[in-house]
């Protein structure tokens, strides 16, 4: 099972990490969401430091 939940934090992250380079790609990119994504990503990977 731990493998299975591994698999889908790092799929969730990898969704994330898109995510983040769109909005850094747009001419006026909100600091705000950057900021959330890169903490949900932080959560993430500490999460996955875990299993």
Known sequence: ME???AAALHSKHA???ARL???MSRPAPDDTTIKQIK???LRIKQE???I
């Open 3 to 5: 493998s299975s939940h």
């Open 39 to 41: 903490l949900q990503k």
């Open 21 to 23: 380079k769109t909005e």
């Open 15 to 17: 969704g994330l990490e």
């Open 48 to 50: 996955l430091e875990h």
